[in-house]
């Protein structure tokens, strides 16, 4: 699908970008080459009536994406998670994308429910209530199960969304291709890696069977976190096109006042959102990574809610370690330990000299920890920290831009709930108890036996691997073509004792 087709809808959003005043602003926050800031100028204001006026209340870029539609919101929303490629200030703006559009019929909903379930909706369900919320890919009823009358949410995907998304996709790949082609230099932004970036999470949301495993795997990994509540999944109610869970009733965290008139404890709260967020993302690696307000409400008991869990975040052993020493060294204002973390993980060319990368460290931390608590920011410090290793060749890594962007989202959540929270003394406890468990002396010996297990599955082929080595490594040499005989290599014999040695082990654990 992707070709001259989809010229209008390039001509429509070049249009409406050029009259909502969205293109100037979008070129000069990423930076983007004078050759084609020329181009789209001159393309775009002959077709300026063509464009689409959108809400002159809103910011420039913003109201542009709202005036296209359900996938240019949803990418904007990807790109807010890129301040790499909009620049961090275009970023700030897109956040605040309203993913909020007028709900399609409940009768549609009920067709599309009993479709993909193959039953009918009202032997599933013996209550089945009008949309109580609706966004771009899906809308939310509220429902009971026809056995035992369970409260439940139901999720249903909007009919036909799938096909309008890849259309639109395809005009951003052409979109992209243009960029590239009209404007080498713009090439470093890799328009089409970040389109396709784009394209893999819109395919994942458009399949919900994906929402419920990810759902299912954060209730499993929380479900021993106090004050915290992830509602289950109802697997023989979903599919691909809906996704049950159990209905979960509370108020919603940007409603300050009924907090407050319901007796909880604001500052506790703040405090509750920011450190479980740190230990979700460093005790399991696996992090909810859209916890604005809209997501979050306090339950009943007080316990956090969490809801919709199309956008996670993901950081493997090694990056959650570095993470933590990186957040430690500056608690303990450290400059040259994190200096020497950001070399020993590689993310600054070892060329680089690491005492002038303390240096540098120290005019980000420094600043900051001189603010009074209501000003201490652990988001600000991480963009003014990306500022700086990419002065000294860091590359991008989108796992760390994914779990900055939802720093600041959590940062501001907590901040609404506790204006002078101080960031670094709720967060420090966290990543201590996790440098305590996963760094150190613990730490190595916990690596040691895991090693030794990966070591002790290939007990029953250690023999005939053994015997390979030594058959390879003892045998002449060939003679080579000038007719010199090569001479025989050894094979040192401590390597494969010491890996014996593991496999022992590994079988003992």
Sequence with gaps: MRGPHNIWRVIRTGATFTRTGAMGVALEAMAAPPALRVAARILGTPFAWLGLKGDTNLPPVTRALTALGPAYIKFGQILSTRPDVVG?????????????????????????????????????????????????????????????????????????????????????????????????????LRPRDVVAHFESVVMRELDLRIEAA??????????????????????????????????????????????????????????????????????DGYFHADMHQGNLKVGPNGEIVALDFGIMGRLDDYTRRVYAEILMGFIRKDYKRVAEVHFEAGYVPADRDVDEFAQALRSVGEPIFGMDASRISMARLLSYLFDVTEQFGMET??????????????????????PNINIWHVARPVVEDYISRNIGPKAVVTDLVRTARVLARFGPRLPQLAEAALIAQTAPRERDRGGRRRDRVVYGFGGLVIGALLVLAGSML
């Design 88 to 188: 961090p200030d275009l970023a700030m703006q897109l956040r605040v994308l309203q993913d909020k559009l007028p709900p399609f019929p409940t009768a549609e909903a009920r067709r599309v429910v009993a479709h993909d379930l193959d039953h009918p909706t009202d032997e599933l369900f013996s209550e089945f209530s009008d949309p109580v919320a609706a966004a771009s890919i899906a809308q939310v009823h509220h429902a009971r199960l026809a056995g035992d009358g369970r409260e439940v949410a139901v999720k249903v995907l909007r009919p036909g969304i799938g096909r309008a998304f890849r259309k639109d996709i395809d005009a951003f790949y052409l979109i992209a291709w243009l960029v590239e082609n009209l404007a080498p230099g713009a090439r470093r």
């Design 397 to 418: 890594r989108t796992e760390l831009i994914l779990l900055q962007r939802t720093m600041v989202v959590v940062e501001g959540v907590a901040r609404s709930l506790d």
């Design 214 to 283: 990810a759902a299912g795997e954060f209730a499993s990994n929380t479900a021993g976190d106090e004050g915290w509540f992830v509602p289950q999944v109802e697997w023989f109610l979903s599919s691909r096109q809906v996704l049950t869970l159990g209905w979960a009733a509370g108020v919603p965290f940007g409603d300050t006042d009924a907090i407050d008139a319901a007796g909880f404890d604001r500052k506790a709260l703040a405090a509750r959102t920011l450190q479980m967020f740190l230990r979700h993302a460093l005790r």
